[in-house]
Nanobody, 129 residues
Framework: QVQLVESGGGLVQAGGSLTLSCEKFGRAGTTYAMGWFRQAPGKEREFVATINWSGSEIYYGDAGKGRFTMSRDNAKNTVYLKMNSLKPEDTAVYYC??????????????????????WGEGTHVTVFS
């Protein structure tokens, strides 16, 4: 069984930086394209970024482009989300997810939540002024 575990969330002042991590447990022989999503209080879950299996392709949603950078280290079975110049509106629960194998990865498909087959429990990020 695949488990995804996020870490690195916490309380940070506006303008600061934070790096989130997501480690995969199980199915050691399988490398998935991985995504980050977030859900703010009272809002729908939104797409942040997705990276392909090798790290050569990255797609960012409106929530992630400009100030966030996604990366991965397959030797550690871990993906990262580096967040810079944080704003109060970045406050949310951040989730990582594994994409369905074999799906052609595009800007459109990477944002479709239904295409992700495994999800982590999320890590809280709170940005204060």
């Amino acid at each position: 069984q695949v488990q995804l575990v996020e870490s690195g969330g916490g309380l940070v002042q506006a303008g600061g930086s934070l790096t989130l991590s997501c480690e995969k447990f199980g199915r050691a022989g399988t490398t998935y394209a991985m995504g980050w999503f977030r859900q703010a209080p009272g809002k729908e879950r939104e797409f942040v970024a997705t990276i392909n299996w090798s790290g050569s392709e990255i797609y960012y949603g409106d929530a992630g482009k400009g100030r966030f950078t996604m990366s991965r280290d397959n030797a550690k079975n871990t993906v990262y989300l580096k967040m810079n110049s944080l704003k109060p509106e970045d406050t949310a629960v951040y989730y990582c997810a594994a994409l369905r194998p074999g799906l052609p990865l595009t800007q459109v498909t990477s944002a479709r939540q239904q295409e992700y087959v495994f999800w982590g429990e999320g890590t809280h990020v709170t940005v204060f002024s």
